[in-house]
Structures are given as structure tokens and as C-alpha cells.
């Protein structure tokens, strides 16, 4: 068992933290609400007054973060973690963030002999929970083996996108599809609608055709088509509109930074853009079906 | 065993013929190339010099056509087949044509007492000979019922649309999403690979993700990350570039005609015309992937 | 002065077959509603209870009607014009209509030796009712030139676009553009305004750069930058959205025959549809600002 | 006349530099490049071995850079300007970055007592020869006014957009602005031409109507229309299309900053990379429109 520092314990990062407990390990854990410690302090884990703290014994440091400024900050700023990880010691940061970010503080940590690698999730706070989230990790192939373990206390498919970056680009360049996916279907079935066809028998014909996607598997956007999805339930949970606009926006940044022409992908993410200007911001994503439904 | 003409004997309707008559029905057919009717009579078909002979006897008439109007001028023109088939019988259209054209050709057969279901396929030429086409069927539930054993013959997966029309409607439907899916997919895989991401890994990522789609499963568009498909072999066979832009076409036209809205639909639309005009018609469709790889 | 004939007095027709008497005319009219006949009776002209009597006697046969299958079926349907226009005499089609039918029409008037040019306006209401609107003529140069007289009592601007249906596809062009310069011009303004920009100081800017266009000068879909425009009257009055997108959807067809790439055309046609869809549609059509401000 | 340190002497910065020298400013010049240097020391200039010696008596600080990366390192780096710049001085920093770095130097200087305003240009490098920019002004109003007679030296159009980083978003807005109106134009000339219209005839009528855009009064993308503008010169010259690429990712960072949704002008990002990719990133951006054409 291993000696684990957590950092953010949010919606994601709190249930991530627990299985690691569940799982055996000793896991020292920081987070600025008390109230998130507290709870995981009651599960069994350690904490302490600083961050710098919790992270002194620590083999794995493992953080969830809102963006790119918080991971910088926290390791590589005035205070950084970088004065205080044990050199040999290996940081898993799943924070989606920039690749640049990545760069940036992995090259720093480096320096002074910390390992690092790129750990972004996909599979929402039901998988956090559940432990059954997909890691797309970057980094070196020893360092990958290393996490390896630890992410398998978290998640379910464990995969080696590259080197350091590679698991945020494989991340928005997934939920860059995904995002095409649910707005393609959308607009399909609501077409379909405008002439006549009931959604549930056109889902079912291309779900056994070529138009066959992840969406139509699981996420049908039409109430009523599938029972215990979040168009059956008012679009209420889910994946939030704006977080998918949030990765979007990573991606839109990742295709400028390295010239890439992504047009449907851009389309995509205006397209959610409006959908959230419109005050459909924390409905689940599918809710943009509505968008292409004539009043 | 039924008495049925078939019309339209190209690269989907000779193979189509062939395989009703290896499950044993008397099959008339006609084309306006000598070679390729004299191919299936050499198969056991029988043949007339007028198309209207073919026709007189049949119960089920089957046709293969290349757009609308050779729908409208075969059945309802000044020397229609209205006039030459017999009351009670059922004609199938596979052809791929819009919805106003099967209205108005259904409609006008109906006053005759002649039945119709528009029935286009998915599968491409390779499923015509096999037999495993998909057909989307649109048309009353009876008639539906009637044309079903028919077309088991030459396909595998039967769907009944919807009224008249339906089938048409899904198949764009379809279409359109695939169009949606393929540029996507294209473009996310090379954001991906211009970002130091190997194509089948970040492939396998996806495919195993939310990003999960038809494309990915059985027609990658990346050269080398699957055997057998378009894309390993110079994007030659396949679903032509310019095909999908006629479907997307007929797509415009229905969206057009319900005042719907679908931008990504259009981009595709787009998209594939763009990739067209650059000379790549007669390419398959996953050829698109080369549209986003920089020189 | 002329003989002329005028078919169809709606918001467009009406102001044009007045603005044709004002200058001297003999004009006999026909519209299916008596109003729109009397109230131009009252101004002079003449009318019968048949529309086939009201061209027997016109050099020239003005039409402005709603559509293609309009102008198709009063020409040369079962009891068309065709069989009651003087040979020698000149069609001048001033409605919106695919260049398909523009063919197909002036074809067949040609056999019975009756001249034809396609003509349709840009302008609006207040353009016919004040003889200012721009007509782009499609036609040989002979009846382009008889036209032009005729055509500057009702407009300022009379373009030769080129032979027939060049000009059906000038203003489809043209229309699309304008959607294009609409859209891309709100979400400039739009942009600005959420990054604490002024609105008017914005449209000056751009105005004085290489931004500046047209909505700029003198349509400013910003509410209360530009005085005497719809956006400063709620968007009442000026092109309505749904015209807009009747446009546009006559855009997307000619694109679709002559397979042409038109994506910020398309683009265009899905956000006015989009906009319509969400209640807009008589609402002006600069109104899609509105669309991109988030709630 | 004032005392000015001039920092950056590129395409650019080195014309600026001289009208300055012209208008009988004293000016200390500093450049990476000696050549830059010697050129403006052989008009008048002084220099020093190093920037910060540059600056020490310098009332007006002007820069113009390549990236905002490259303004932060000079301003506000470990051994920035921040420390050798007199308080009271004001810098006028026409680079074209984002408006956070803008925000990040102005503050940061503002609490030396150092005065700053964004001024990024427009009208290329033949303007700034000219000494015809115009100058998009972002800071207050006391400072716009001191900065303006400066300005005036070097360009024609001098406007105050707003605040701190408001000069970054005009430019962003107008150029976003400008690509849709080019990409826009550039479809709609070639639509008509793949229906026969004459790009001139087309040309002339759109300028006359709605369709009316800079890119058509002054840049028109056909090769032949106009004289003296790249198209007629095979697209050297001008704006080059991985310079308005640039600009474009800048708008695209904007947009997502501020979650303002943009579809025509991330379609417009998207078709100029996918242009500049397939190798005409170094040809004037009005060869947009050999995409669109069918070869």
C-alpha cells in the first residue's frame, strides 16, 4: 500500500480520494472547504494545516483542479509543492487542463527529480463514485507503470496516450468528438421529427446503421427514448452544458496553438456556447436538442 | 415464390436481382444497357423489349434508379408504368430520392389502386451482394408486411420508417449523421496526431470513450489502423466522396423543405462538396481526413 | 407608353404595377384577391375576370408572384399564358425563383416565340413604393434592353447579370452574402459588447476599417445606434427573417446543382433557420443579434 | 517634440519608427536585429547597448512585437522596463496580443506611476510606410489624448475604443469581421461564377446592393476584377493568410474567455487554416477563394 497526498477534493477529486482509502492506502488529503476534509478525515484519511504538509511523506501526489492557473500554482508558484515533494516521488495531475501547462510544470518538477504525468478523466461524478473512470494519461512509459496501480483504485480503462500533454490532448480531442456527436445526432432526430418520424424507431434504425454513436447507445438526447438518462430527466444531471463548453474551449485553444483546422468540432462549440447564452448552462449537454425544436 | 420486375440493374440493382432470383422467384427484369440485362438472364431472368411487357404480370415491382425524376418519369410519365401494372400489386422504389417525389408518385399510384413503399438501402455495393442491406421502409403497415419476406432476400436488417416517404427521411437522416461522424472523427484524429498523438492509440482511446462511433468501430479513416477498409487502400472502393454529397444534397433539400436548422449537417455538406471540388469524387468518403492534414 | 399586363399585387407587386401607371402605362392587372385588384382599377388601370384576357393585347407581361410552381404553373401549366400571349411580346418574371424553372419557362416560351427575362428585385416594400428598387435581369441583351425602360419606372438600379437565370442567381448571391455580412457583423458587435465594449464606438470603428460593410452603413442591427432601422423599432418592419431564410434556402439548391462549397453561405442559412425556429420569423432578420447576447 | 524610445523594428515597427524621426522626434531605437538598428540610427536615431538604457529618458515608451508573450518579458520580466521607465511616463504598446496580457503590464506598470495603452494597428506594412494606420486605443481617456498627437505621426485614424485591452478587442472584432466578410464574398463570387455569371458583373451588382463589404469595394478576391490588389498580382503581397490565422486565434481566445458564441467567425478561423494547411499560408488571405473552386 502507498503513501498518497490528494489535493481538491470537489465533486470529482472527494469520491476519487475515498476509493483510494477504500483501497488500503494512506492518503494525507487538502482541500481549501473544511467541510471536504472533514469528510474524507472521517473516512480515514490524514490532513494537515498546509498543503506543503500533507505532501512531505508522500509517494504519489495526486490533484484535481479546476484550471491550469490552479495546477501552476499549486506546484510551480512562489510557495510551489516543487520545495516540498520528495524527489523520486511521482505527481498524477487528472485537473483537465492546457497542454502548455503540462509542459510547463512537468520541465519544472523535472529539475528538481519529481516525476510527473498527465492524468485527465472522463466517465462524470457517477464514475468518480463508482470508480470505473477512464484515465488517459501522458508521460513516460516507467512512470505510467507506476501510476498504473493507484489509477485502477480509481477508475476502470487505464490508457497510455503518449508522453506529457498526450492525456489532455486525447481528452478534448474525445469530448471535441463527443460534442459533435451529441449535436450531429440532435439535429438528425429533430430533422427527422420536422418530417414525421418518431424519434424512437429513426434512433433505433441508425443506431443499427452507420449514423451509430456513442449517444445513441446510451444518451439518447429524446425524453423518453431511454429510461435513466438525463433527457428523461429534465436534462437535469449529467454532464453540465458549460463544462462541455469548457473542454471545447481547450480544444479551440489546442487546434490554435498547433494551426489545426477543426471546423466541425468549432461549430460544436459555438453551438453549446449559444446553447448556455441561452440559460441552458447547468442543463445536461443533450438538452441541445431542444435548440433545433421549432416553437 | 412471387412474379417480380426489377428495374434499375447498375452496380446496387444487378446484384439485388441476382440475389431474388437465387431465392428461387420468377424475376422479369429490364435496363437500358443490353449487357447488364443479359447478365441476369444468364442467371435465369426473363427480359422484354419494353418495360412495360416486363411489368404485367408482376406482383412486386422493384426499382433501382438514379434520382427523382427517373422515379417520376418511369411510373407517372406520359407513358407511365400506371398504366401497364396491375391493380393490387406492390411497387418497391429503393431508389434514394426525396420525400416530395415518393408522395407524388405514391399518391398518384394509389388512384390506380397500385401500391407503393419507398424502401432505399444502406450496405453499398459489397452488401448488395451479400445480401445484407439495411432497408429503411416507408409505407402503411400492410404493405410493409407484404414487401418484408421480399426483401430478406437482399437484405438484413428491415425497418419500417414510417408512412410514405419515412424511408426516405431516415435514410437522409442517417446519411447526414454519418457525414457528421466521418468529419469528425477525421478531424479530431488529426488533432490528435498534430498534437504527437499516435493515430491508433488515440483510435483506441475513443473507440473505448464517449467518442465511440461507427467510423472509428469499422471504417477508420487513418491509413494503417485497420485492414480492409477504404482507408488502407489509397480510399479506393467504398462509399464515394461524391455520393455523400449527393446525400447530403438530397439532406439540404429536406431541412430546406421543413425549415429546419442543422449546421453541422450543412458544414458536412460542406465540407464534402469542398473535398469534391478538390478532386477527390470518386475517392471514399473517409478520404476526408486528408482535407486536414497540412502539407 | 407600353401595353403591359401585370400579374400578382401583394406588398411587392402592388406599389410596382402603380408606380408603372404614375408613368404613363396602359396596365391591366390580375391578382386573385379583388382588393388588391380594385384599389389599382381605382388608380387607372384596367382588369378582366380571366388572366388569360388580361395579356392579350400586352407587349409586356410583368409577374411577381410567391414561387417557382407559381410562376411554372400560370406560364406554361395545362391553360398556361403561353397559349394567350402575342408572339413578339416580352415576360418580365420579377419573383424569387430557382434558376431551374426560370429554364424550363423561358424554354418553352421561346417555341412559341415569346421573349422572356428573369428579373427579380432587391429592395423591399419601401423600395417598390418609391420606384428605388435594384432589379438583376437574366436574359438576352436585345430584351434586356427593351426591359430596362420598363423596369427604371419601378427601380433605380437595372443590372444585366447575364443570360437566363443569371438573374435569379445574382440575387441569391447577393441575399446570401448580405446573410453572411448580417450574422458575422452581430457577432462582431456582440463580441465586443461582452468584452466591455460600446456598441456604437465598435460599429465606427469597424465602420472606418476593413470591417466596414453594408449592415454597417445603414442597417445596424444594434438597437439604437442607427435611427429609422429596424433594430431601433423592436425589429418590426425591414426583410422579415423568414424571407431571409426563403432566400437562403434558395441559395443552399442553386449550391446543391452546381455542387458548389458554399460553408459561411450555409452557415448563414442554419442560424436564420435556427432564429426562426425560436419564434423570430417576423421578426427582422437583424434581429439575430439577439441571438448571440447571452441571457 | 517629445522624447521616444521606439522598441521593435520589424516590418512594422521600423516604418513607424522612421515617421516618427520624420515628424522631428528625438528617437532611441532598440532592436534585436543590429541591421533594424543601423538603419534607423542612419535616419536620425539614437540607440544603447541595452533597452533598459533606451528608455531611462524616454516621456513615450512605443513597442511593437510579435506575440504577448514577448511584451510581458519586456515590461514586466525579472529585469523588465518596469524598473528603468521614469513614473509618469506613458507606454503605447501597438503589438497585437490578448487582452489579458494587456490587462496583466497595464497594471502591473500602473503601480510604478507608468502610464499604458494598448494601440495595435491596421492597414499593414503599406500603411505604416504611408503613415496611414489606423490606431484602435484601449486605456483612458487622459492618456489617449496624450498618446494621440504621437499617434497622429504615424497614422491617419486614431479611435478610443474604451479601456485597458479595449483597443486588442476592436482589432479582434474588426479582423474577425473581415475574414467572414472575405470567406463570405469569396463563396458567393465563385456560387455565381459556377453559374455563369461574370465575376466582374457580379462584382459591380453586389457592390451596388446589400451584399456591399470592403472586400469588394477595395480587395476583391477574383484575379482580374481590380488593379493593384493582390488578386490581380497571384496573391503576393497584402495580408497573409497565416497573419489574419493569427488574428483569428486571437479572436477564438477572446470568444472563449468570454463564452460569447462567434459560429461564422470559428468558421472563418477554420477555413483560413485549413487554407494556410494546405500550403498558401505565406499568399495574401483573398486566396480563399481558390478553395472554393472546382478543379
Not at 456513442?214 to 429510461?227: A, H, I, K, R, S
Request: glycine letters at 12%; a negative charge; charged letters at 15%.
Amino acid at each position: 500500500m502507498a503513501n498518497i497526498a490528494f489535493i481538491g477534493l470537489g465533486n470529482m477529486g472527494g469520491p476519487m480520494a475515498s476509493n483510494l482509502l477504500k483501497s488500503g492506502h494512506q492518503v494525507a488529503v487538502f482541500d481549501l472547504f473544511p467541510e471536504a476534509v472533514a469528510k474524507l478525515v472521517s473516512e480515514g484519511a490524514s490532513t494537515a494545516d498546509k498543503v506543503s504538509e500533507c505532501v512531505k511523506d508522500a509517494e504519489f501526489i495526486v490533484s484535481m483542479l479546476p484550471a491550469g492557473k490552479h495546477v501552476e500554482g499549486l506546484y510551480i508558484g512562489d510557495d510551489g509543492l516543487i520545495n516540498y515533494i520528495k524527489p523520486g516521488s511521482l505527481v498524477i495531475d487528472s485537473s483537465t487542463i492546457d497542454k502548455g501547462t503540462v509542459i510547463k510544470v512537468s520541465t519544472e518538477l523535472a529539475n528538481k527529480d519529481i516525476n510527473f504525468v498527465d492524468a485527465p478523466v472522463s466517465g462524470g461524478v457517477g464514475g468518480a463514485q463508482a470508480g470505473t473512470l477512464s484515465f488517459m494519461v501522458g508521460g513516460n512509459v516507467a512512470d505510467f507503470n507506476l501510476a498504473k496501480p493507484i489509477l485502477e483504485n480509481m477508475g476502470k480503462n487505464i490508457f497510455h496516450a503518449g508522453s506529457h500533454g498526450a492525456g489532455q490532448v486525447a481528452k478534448v480531442c474525445n469530448n471535441m468528438l463527443l460534442a459533435v456527436l451529441m449535436s450531429g445526432t440532435a439535429e438528425a432526430l429533430q430533422l427527422g421529427m420536422d418530417n414525421g418520424l418518431d424519434a424512437e424507431v429513426l434512433s433505433d434504425i441508425m443506431l443499427q446503421s452507420s449514423g451509430r454513436n456513442w449517444t445513441l447507445e446510451v444518451y439518447n438526447p429524446c425524453p423518453g427514448v431511454m429510461e435513466n438518462v438525463p433527457s428523461s430527466n429534465d436534462y437535469n444531471g449529467g454532464f453540465m452544458t458549460n463544462l462541455m463548453a469548457k473542454d471545447l474551449g481547450l480544444a479551440m485553444d489546442t487546434a490554435v496553438q498547433s494551426q489545426s483546422s477543426t471546423p466541425m468540432g468549432a461549430l460544436a462549440r459555438n453551438l453549446f456556447a449559444l446553447h448556455a447564452g441561452q440559460g441552458n448552462g447547468s442543463k445536461d449537454f443533450s438538452s441541445i436538442i431542444k435548440m433545433f425544436k421549432k416553437t
